[in-house]
């Protein structure tokens, strides 16, 4: 055990002493940036609060729905954050000690191998028998507190490098969890959202504020072209699919004649083949 790299030991700790304080700033650092702008995120969707009126109840309800659910998402981000920081943080806490109590080891090591030189010493000087018995006794303390050294940097380094891999794959699948809510969250807004007519609420509009129009006329006419804009957006989209079909179709199409037409070039060189 007296072969052991005291200092290359002693550096690799002080190293991991180091990371492991750079790996908590960083989480931490992380969680607060991401906190302070989920709370400004949260403040700017409060403030969106003004623009919900009493004018368009189908246009109010968009407004509320958009509003409330973001507000939600970010309340959702907070709580998912703070879980993390729960998983995480207890890990890295963890390790700081097991890295102290190798450095503990190393010094004991340390400790026993300066006495067992000592004692080597007086005993060239003097051949004793008690000075002889102590050397066993402090050679035999110097390898158990090798053993004790090396098993404990061994352990730490395999807990380590997988409890690494498990802290950073916990945070991955949260993130994961996380945004697959949200986006089913989001989905689901976006279709409440697309069911709103707000124009159908322009004759109650109309009637609060005294708007003169021929209702059976002027605005049946504004809302069947709101309507039309909305049937051409929609024909658009599908006219976009369609075109992303037929662009398949044309392909295989071509290839189809590319095949027969290879068929034919092998027929006709048969038959050539054949007449020679």
Do not use: W
């Not at 709370?39 to 969106?48: G, I, Q, S, V, Y």
């Amino acid at each position: 055990m007296s072969d052991l790299n005291e200092r290359e030991i002693n550096i690799k700790i002080n190293n991991e002493i180091k990371k492991y304080e750079i790996l908590k700033k960083a989480f931490l650092k992380l969680y607060e940036s991401e906190s302070k702008a989920s709370k400004a995120r949260t403040e700017n969707f409060n403030k969106l609060t003004s623009i919900i009126e009493d004018d368009n109840k189908p246009l109010d309800d968009i407004n509320t729905l958009f509003i409330g659910e973001m507000k939600n998402l970010e309340k959702d981000r907070d709580n998912h954050l703070k879980k993390i920081m729960d998983l995480i943080l207890p890990v890295i806490d963890y390790y700081p000690q097991k890295i102290k109590n190798s450095k503990k080891d190393l010094e004991n090591f340390t400790k026993a191998k300066k006495n067992t030189a000592k004692l080597e010493n007086e005993v060239k000087k003097s051949n004793a028998n008690d000075i002889q018995a102590e050397l066993r006794k402090s050679r035999n303390e110097e390898k158990s507190k090798g053993d004790t050294l090396e098993n404990g940097i061994m352990n730490f380094e395999s807990e380590r490098c997988e409890d690494n891999k498990c802290l950073f794959l916990q945070f991955i699948h949260s993130e994961l969890k996380y945004h697959a809510a949200a986006l089913q969250k989001m989905s689901e807004l976006f279709y409440n959202i697309n069911e709103k007519e707000p124009y159908e609420d322009l004759e109650n509009f109309a009637e609060n504020y005294r708007i003169e129009v021929d209702f059976k006329k002027d605005l049946d006419i504004e809302i069947d072209k709101l309507r039309e804009r909305k049937e051409d957006r929609e024909i658009k989209e599908k006219q976009k699919t369609n075109n992303v079909y037929a662009s398949i179709n044309d392909e295989e199409e071509i290839q189809v004649s590319i095949n027969k037409n290879n068929n034919k070039n092998i027929v006709l060189d048969s038959q050539i083949v054949e007449e020679q």
